[in-house]
């Protein structure tokens, strides 16, 4: 008697803590398919709130792209050239020789591709304005 009493808790218990496992391991299974779902949507509206950032009516926004390598309204503060200053048709053939793969690049024919004429026109003109 005292046997099956002390037995009878235990597997009791035993099978409750497996159920406890299951529904943490449950759990865990949602939540990390909820995290990659939720980072996803966020990128997502990154995504859609740079490509509406990136409207040529507001060239400064435009050009904050460049200023991680050319320095703040184009003005460089290292190697990299300055574009603060230079002529407006200057900057668009640039950028249109890098985009076709005209003129020899590391960088700047990669990132000159997603630019369409009228936002290299625009970046140009905004430029050629930004010189202290
Ligand atoms: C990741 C760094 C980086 C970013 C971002 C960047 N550039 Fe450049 N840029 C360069 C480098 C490096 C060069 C020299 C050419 C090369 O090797 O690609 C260059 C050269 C240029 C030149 C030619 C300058 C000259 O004196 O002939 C222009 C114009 C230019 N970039 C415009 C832009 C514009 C406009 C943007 C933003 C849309 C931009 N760059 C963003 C790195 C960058």
Redesign the pocket.
């Known amino acids: 008697m005292a046997k099956t009493r002390g037995a009878s808790p235990s597997v009791w218990l035993m099978a409750n803590q497996d159920d406890q496992m299951n529904m943490t391991q449950m759990n865990m299974t949602k939540q990390n398919l909820g995290l990659p779902i939720f980072l996803a949507l966020g990128a997502l509206t990154l995504a859609a709130s740079v490509a509406q950032a990136a409207d040529i009516s507001t060239p400064a926004v435009?050009?904050g792209?460049?200023s991680?390598?050319?320095g703040p309204g184009?003005q460089s503060p290292g190697t990299?050239?300055s574009?603060a200053g230079?002529e407006p048709k200057?900057?668009m053939t640039?950028?249109k020789e890098?985009r076709s793969g005209e003129a020899?690049?590391?960088?700047?024919?990669r990132?000159?591709k997603?630019?369409s004429d009228a936002e290299?026109e625009a970046?140009g003109q905004y430029?050629t304005k930004t010189k202290p």
């Open positions: 435009l050009a792209s460049c991680t390598c050319h184009g990299m050239p574009l230079l200057y900057i640039r950028l890098f020899p690049a590391t960088l700047m024919n990132i000159a997603g630019y290299i970046l430029f």
